[in-house]
């Protein structure tokens, strides 16, 4: 199995730097392929947590090679200080983090706009990241985006800018009342960003084309989560991205014929953060009862927001199941659930055949509940699957029943070493 995609299962932070980080031990090669810095990837290893954003979780070993793709969005301001992180925590990345040519650029009017388009929607505004991300796809979609390599060549981010700002004036002042941005102080800063982010450009399709056709190890890292992708996520409350393993293909630039194995990974429950539906969302005396935010690591990686809570959803990840052709599930943080006495797990939805496509139906779906006993006992010290309590071996059984899929692994803590495994991925 030379290549595995680790993706989002449901609305986005489940666990995926975690799991690419253990994976990541195994792999010589780490890609992302979408998004941008609206992604935060957390993970704790060796008693240090560490949070990235655009940089590949497999970046904390010193023997990968990683890859910013061409489907992915960059804010240099956010990288240039995601490097100086790296920097502080003595991590060598200089010689192995290469940074495709093809991506576009976030620039500061995408980050305005960004947010100048949420204020304007008001209750209806969809809870972005305000990074930028959507106004600067909306661009590349629309054929005035500034690539890296337009961007790292002073003749032509000139042109593209002087053409670009100029747009984006009238936008600014036509749409919101705001005053003109400057060309040349924009243009100054980010000339002096290129400079410092020219020496990462490089082929990243090539390179891994290259990889795959020795057959070294390629581990693609996906960011958001299933239903925030722009196509079959509950839109339009979503990204603005294919987060779906088959947008590896196109983001990374790499054909499906080098895709060997899909890992989905989901909570042992359902957390979302931003505006949009949310049919299993606890009711406040449910959460009351449920680990308060920050013993649950359900603070925002990105903006620090409160993460919206929920019972574990079933038909949601059948749904995501079938989007993503996932193989393996890796259950996470199944810890969380071990003061409860009772666990539901949402199996469908009344009246509902198959995953609804409207927020109307979304949002007055009725999920039918299971209810399981909960296991009333730490699962963090326990370090292989077999020595789980009962309930909680029941949980996962009845999870892998109901999806069709089988866990690869289950997480029972932060740390590296909380992790149960149940299949041995690159072997
Ligand atoms: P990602 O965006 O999918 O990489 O997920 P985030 O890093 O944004 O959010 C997941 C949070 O849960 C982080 O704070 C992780 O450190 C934490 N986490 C991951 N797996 C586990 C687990 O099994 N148990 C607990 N308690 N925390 C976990
Ligand atoms: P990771 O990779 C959770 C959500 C935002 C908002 C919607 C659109 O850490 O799982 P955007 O800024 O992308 O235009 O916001 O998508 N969102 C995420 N939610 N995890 C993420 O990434 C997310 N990236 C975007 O909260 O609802
Ligand atoms: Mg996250």
Redesign the pocket.
Known sequence: MPSIVVI?MQW???????VIDLLSERAGHIARAQGGNN????I?AKGQEYRFHVVPSGIIYPHTKCYIGGGTVIDPVSLLSEFEGLRTRQIDFEDRLFLSRYAHVVMPYHRLLDQLAEKAKGTAAVGTTGRGIGPCYADKANRSGIRIADFLNPKAFRAQLEKALAMKNRELENLYGHGPLEFDPIFDEYQRLAERLGSFAAPVEELLFAAAKKGERILFEGAQGALLDTTFGTYPFVTSSCTLAGGVCSGAGVGPSLIDQTIG?AKAYTTRVGNGPFPTELKPDELSRFPDHSTA?ELG?TTGRKRRIGWLDTFLLKHTICLNGTDFLAL?????LDGLDEIKICTGYKHCRSFPATLDELQSAEPIYETHPGWKQSTRGVEVYNDLPGPAKAYVRRVEELCGVSAGLV????ERE?TLWLDRFFE
């Open positions: 989002g986005g932070d489940e666990g995926k730097g975690k992604a935060g990837h957390t704790v990974v690591r990686t996470t943080k199944l810890d969380i997480s029972v803590g932060p909380k």
